[in-house]
C-alpha cells in the first residue's frame, strides 16, 4: 500500500524565515497533494502536483515534485503567523484512493 | 454549494452506546471518503465509495464499525458498540474522480466530527 513519511514532524521558526517541508512516498505517486489544517478544523486544499518535475506557488508558497516523482516539498519564504498549522501531504494511488502522511507542525514565532 | 457538511460538530457518549456520524458531500461528487485522525495515527483513511459503492474497507478497524452510503447526498459511519479508544476526530471528504482514473482531483473535507466516548 502507499505509504507518505513527511519531514520534519514538527518545526518551529522565527517570522520572516523560509522553511521547507519534505514528503516521500514508497511508491511512484500519481497525484501528490499538500493540505493545510488548523487545529480543530477541516483540512484545507493548496495544491496538487501530477507531473514529475512540476512546481505551482500560491502566494508565498511553492510545492515541487521530483522526477521520479517519489518526493515533494514545500517551501514557504518569509513565514509569517497566519502560515502556522499542520501541513500534510497526501497520495493518490490506483482506484483513487487518497491516502495521507502524518503532518507537519508549524509554529511560526513573532 | 456550502461544502462537505457533517453533523453532528461534537459527540460525546458512553461507552457501549451506538453512535452514527453523518456526512453531506458537495453535489456532483463522485467519490466519498471517511478518515479519522488522532495524535498517535494521524490521518487514517477508513473507506471509501465511488458512485455509493464501498471500495475499499480495509482501514475500518473493526466490526464495530460500519459505513454506508444510501444515495450520493448522504453518507453514515456507525460505531455499535463504541469504546473510549474510538475516541477521535472523524472527517469525511469528497471529490471528483479523474476521467484518467488514475487519480482524484483534490478532496474537499467537511469540518469533522469530534467524538469523545467516556
Known amino acids: 500500500s502507499q505509504e507518505l513519511e513527511q519531514s520534519p514532524q514538527s518545526l518551529i521558526v522565527q517570522e520572516g524565515k523560509n522553511l521547507t517541508i519534505n514528503c516521500t512516498s514508497s511508491?511512484?505517486?500519481?497525484?501528490l497533494y499538500w493540505y493545510k489544517q488548523k487545529y480543530g478544523e477541516g483540512l484545507i486544499f493548496l495544491m496538487m502536483?501530477?507531473?514529475?518535475?512540476e512546481e505551482k506557488s500560491h502566494e508565498k508558497i511553492t510545492a515541487k515534485l521530483d522526477e521520479k516523482k517519489q518526493q515533494s516539498s514545500l517551501h514557504i519564504t518569509a513565514s509569517q503567523p497566519s502560515h502556522a498549522g499542520i501541513y500534510l501531504c497526501?497520495?493518490?494511488?490506483?482506484?483513487?484512493?487518497?491516502?495521507f502522511g502524518a503532518g507537519t507542525i508549524l509554529r511560526v514565532k513573532s | 454549494d456550502a461544502g462537505v457538511i457533517q453533523s453532528p460538530r461534537h459527540e460525546v457518549t458512553e461507552m457501549g452506546q451506538e453512535v452514527t456520524l453523518r456526512c453531506k458531500p458537495i453535489?456532483?461528487?463522485?467519490?466519498l471518503f471517511w478518515y479519522r485522525q488522532t495524535m498517535m495515527r494521524g490521518l487514517e483513511l477508513l473507506i471509501y465509495?465511488?458512485?455509493?459503492?464501498?471500495?475499499?474497507d480495509s482501514g475500518m478497524p473493526e466490526d464495530r464499525f460500519s459505513a454506508k452510503m444510501p444515495n450520493a447526498s448522504f453518507s453514515t459511519l456507525k460505531i455499535q458498540p463504541s469504546e473510549p479508544r474510538d475516541s477521535a476526530v472523524y472527517f469525511c471528504?469528497?471529490?471528483?474522480?479523474?476521467?484518467?482514473?488514475?487519480?482524484?482531483?483534490?478532496?474537499?473535507f467537511g469540518q469533522g466530527t469530534r467524538l469523545t466516548v467516556v
Open positions: 453535489s456532483g461528487h463522485d467519490y
Open positions: 471528504a469528497s471529490s471528483l474522480g479523474s476521467l484518467k482514473g488514475a487519480w482524484v482531483s483534490e478532496a474537499f
Open positions: 502536483l501530477q507531473k514529475g518535475g
Open positions: 511508491k511512484t505517486l500519481y497525484g
Open positions: 497526501g497520495a493518490g494511488s490506483y482506484g483513487n484512493k487518497l491516502v
Open positions: 465509495f465511488n458512485n455509493n459503492v464501498p471500495i475499499d
